[in-house]
């Protein structure tokens, strides 16, 4: 039987994974945020747990760099690669960068981040990536039962910003219905000096009938500057006829909310 090698990345979205042989581990927090003026040190901790049943797993933690594409996907780089990028200013104990956990043995990891005196830019949010990586893969089988060797890798955000850093702002610079598609297209843009987060909802009125059917939310993050594509799929089936669509772009401020409205012909 052919033996094979896989390597599993779990980068964000997951704290655990867990192959056949229940191989897997946890991270958490998924998210790291810190906050600090120039000069000023904090920290946090991650709990990295071996849920395995039966390996022994060694386990590596390094540093790198990602950011958002206009989708909204993750994209990721070597560390300090990125002119956003605070990987250097982080600091982790020389034993907690290489070690082994049994099975169900857990250990605390402390992350340090002190931004520099003198920033050589003016940006108030920076990002980094720390990985924790699995250096012996163990043997398993897969859904076929052919042999395969799993390894593991997951991926924790780091975000920092500076204290005055707070307001928020998202504008709508684009909204249309893409015909051929059947969907509409929305472009919004972060013009905050920090990350925001938020949701997309969206409402389809009939004009002819006034049934009015309101979509499922769709949950986004962007940093600083991004510019930011989304597809809104529209209900199926639906009928033909004249249509408003009312977006809404909520991204926690009550006072400023993003609305963009756009009449269309569904046949």
């Known amino acids: 039987m052919r033996t094979t090698i896989q390597q599993i990345c779990i ?23 810190f906050e600090s003026a120039a000069g000023i040190s904090n920290s946090e901790k991650i709990t990295v747990t071996n849920v ?21 996907e993750n994209q990721m780089y070597p560390a300090n690669s ?16 290489y070690f082994s956990l049994g099975p169900g043995e857990r250990r605390d990891i402390e992350l340090t981040i002190t931004s520099p005196t003198l920033s050589k830019e003016n940006l108030a949010a920076h990002t980094a990536l720390l990985y924790v990586s699995q250096m012996n893969p163990v043997e398993d089988v897969d859904s076929k039962g052919a042999n395969i060797k799993v390894s593991i890798r997951s991926g924790i955000k780091i975000f920092h910003k500076k204290p005055e850093a707070t307001k928020k702002k998202l504008e709508i610079t684009d909204l249309k219905y893409d015909a051929e598609k059947k969907i509409l297209r929305l472009h919004f843009e972060n013009q905050a000096d920090i990350w925001v987060d938020g949701k997309v909802t969206t409402d389809i009125l009939n004009v002819g009938n006034g049934k009015k059917t309101s979509l499922s939310p769709i949950v986004f993050y962007t940093m600083p500057g991004n510019k930011r594509e989304m597809e809104v ?7 033909k006829g004249n249509y408003t669509a009312s977006v809404l772009v909520d991204y926690g401020d009550s ?3 993003e609305m963009g409205e756009l009449n269309f012909n569904y046949e």
């Open 82 to 97: 990125l002119p956003t990028s605070c990987a250097s200013w982080i600091s982790i104990k020389k034993d907690d960068t």
């Open 255 to 257: 006072e400023n909310l």
């Open 52 to 72: 395995s049943a039966k390996n022994t797993l060694d386990l590596a933690v390094s540093l790198g760099d990602w950011q958002y594409d206009a989708k909204g």
């Open 11 to 33: 980068l964000f979205f997951a704290i655990i994974f867990q192959a056949k042989a229940q191989t897997g581990i946890s991270v958490s927090p998924p998210r790291l945020y």
């Open 233 to 239: 799929q529209l209900p199926t089936p639906l009928d």
